[in-house]
């Protein structure tokens, strides 16, 4: 990721502003955005590192790291590992049904099959 954009379109906002306060407020400027051009780039770092945190965050157990190349960040991305669904048990078959040897009476009245004595 190349940060220069960025702090580029801040030092040219600065000119910008500073044109606005006269001769003093341009010279002032030019005299500040060479300092601040390392303060942006740290910044900008920061705020790059705290993001990766928090998405870490939402993305665990995956991760993203911020790794610094030269002057130049870049990001790592460690996905979660897939999940695997576990295969569902075997539904068991159903038993036959035997034909019953007991004899059973039905009463009147009654809810209940009950085997002859």
Do not use: H
Not at 61 to 77: A, K, M
């Amino acid at each position: 990721m190349d940060l220069t954009q960025y702090v580029s379109k801040l030092s040219a906002e600065l000119a910008v502003a500073a044109e606005a306060g006269g001769e003093d407020a341009r010279a002032l400027a030019e005299r500040l955005i060479a300092p601040l051009d390392s303060a942006v780039r740290l910044t900008l770092l920061e705020a790059l590192s705290s993001a990766a945190d928090e998405i870490t965050r939402d993305l665990a157990p995956g991760s993203v790291e911020l790794r610094l190349r030269g002057r130049e960040p870049s990001f790592v991305v460690t996905p979660p590992p897939p999940t695997i669904p576990s295969p569902a048990p075997p539904n068991p078959a159903p038993l036959p049904r035997r034909p019953s040897s007991t004899p059973t009476t039905q009463w009147p009245g009654s809810t209940c099959a009950c085997p002859s004595s």
